[in-house]
């Protein structure tokens, strides 16, 4: 039985930082989603090769379950994700490897899962602690196009 999702957002930023800014849709090119300040050779974030960190993925139903906790503080694009999806649950089942397919074009490679950092603290003081293992996913590019909001997601296997 195939599992399919779906894309509730798309976002991106110029400058970096969270959160990233809702767009109709998002541009997927080699080095990650054209225009967003953490694409192409060098991750600007971490000043170093960006190996592995191309996109971000993070789960609704991990936004929903916290702004339970936290009083809806959380809406597209405040963790600094450029995809949200929803339909698989917390996304702490994909390992390193496993592709998903957006849409009709565009394929990520999963290349581990997204760690927390103190600036979400910024949102809401316990928000440290509500997101660890729930950050979401980071991926890189296998198959390059367009993703916009309501795209079907699946598990790919080539």
């Known amino acids: 039985m195939i599992k399919i999702g779906k894309v509730i957002s798309t ?15 998002i541009e997927i090119y080699e080095l990650g989603v054209k ?3 953490h694409s ?16 971000s993925i993070v789960s609704n139903e991990v936004i929903k379950e916290i702004n339970g906790l936290i009083g809806n503080k959380l809406f597209p694009g405040s963790l600094g994700e ?9 996304l702490d089942n994909f390992n390193k490897g496993m592709k998903l397919k957006f849409g009709v074009d565009v394929i990520l490679e999963i ?9 979400l ?17 980071l991926a890189n590019v296998v198959k390059t196009g367009i993703i916009k909001k309501g795209d079907e997601v699946q598990i790919y296997d080539n």
């Open 11 to 25: 976002n991106l930023s110029r400058n970096g930082g969270i959160p990233k800014y809702e767009k109709e849709f």
């Open 35 to 37: 225009g967003d300040y």
């Open 40 to 55: 192409g050779k060098v991750n600007f974030h971490a000043n170093k090769n960006n190996l592995g960190r191309q996109i």
């Open 82 to 90: 450029n995809i949200l999806i929803e339909g698989f649950g917390f």
């Open 111 to 119: 290349t581990g899962q997204n760690q927390p950092c103190a600036t």
């Open 121 to 137: 603290n910024s949102i809401d003081e316990k928000m440290l602690k509500l997101i660890i293992g729930k950050r979401g996913l």
